[in-house]
């Protein structure tokens, strides 16, 4: 099957990322997005992430409902800070019977050259980027084992909906209402 890879810390996941896994499915000709929650993003402070297992379970709750989304967790048991070179040697080794792609954003790919083993990474798997205003890398961009892709953005973050919450203010349509009630008993129980 062909697997596309979403990463990401997903703190939380909204609806902006199941937009584009959405879009990548039909578009990339996916068989599965699986959405693989970062304990911790070499190039970000871990210190206003929600515990790992909160950011996972908030995935599972987001793609319960969709057969070809799948939440995973493979990172939590690998070294942190975790690199996509490894998680991804780890899942092909483990699932020799797919072909893994990169789904990214053209943000990501402005600095894909910094990354640990990122010419091992493009031997291994296609990346699919998808345009991201106002960041392009005209020359990887034109890489033969990269595709780039005019998929929808929406200009929200999860800082921005972490910032709605602690001002108690409403998240509503920018996350799943499943998600969102998990946010609202979370942020209840925290000030509890």
């Known amino acids: 099957m062909n697997i596309g890879l979403f990463f990401g810390s997903f703190n939380p996941i909204h609806i902006g990322h199941l937009i584009i896994a959405s879009y990548m499915l039909e578009e990339a000709e996916l068989d599965e997005i699986w959405f693989v ?14 515990p790992q297992e909160d950011r996972l379970e908030m995935v599972q709750i987001a793609v319960k ?9 493979i990172e939590f048991s ?34 894909f050259t910094k990354w640990k083993g990122y010419e091992d990474i493009l031997n291994q798997a296609e990346l699919l ?28 973050s999860a800082t921005y909906i972490r910032d709605l919450l602690n001002k108690g203010k409403c998240i509503h349509y920018l996350v799943l209402p499943e998600v969102e009630e998990f946010l609202l008993n979370k942020n209840r129980a925290q000030k509890n």
């Open 37 to 50: 929650v970062s304990p911790q993003n070499p190039f970000k402070k871990g210190s206003d992430l929600m």
């Open 65 to 73: 409902n969709h057969t070809r989304l799948k939440a995973s967790d």
């Open 78 to 111: 690998l070294d942190k800070p975790s690199y996509t070179i490894h998680t991804l040697e780890v899942l092909i080794s483990k699932f020799p019977e797919h072909k893994f792609k990169i789904i990214m954003g053209s943000d990501n790919l402005v600095h």
């Open 129 to 156: 980027v998808y345009y991201r205003n106002g960041f392009t890398n005209e020359e990887l961009s034109s890489h033969p084992n990269i595709k780039m892709f005019d998929a929808p953005v929406l200009n929200i």
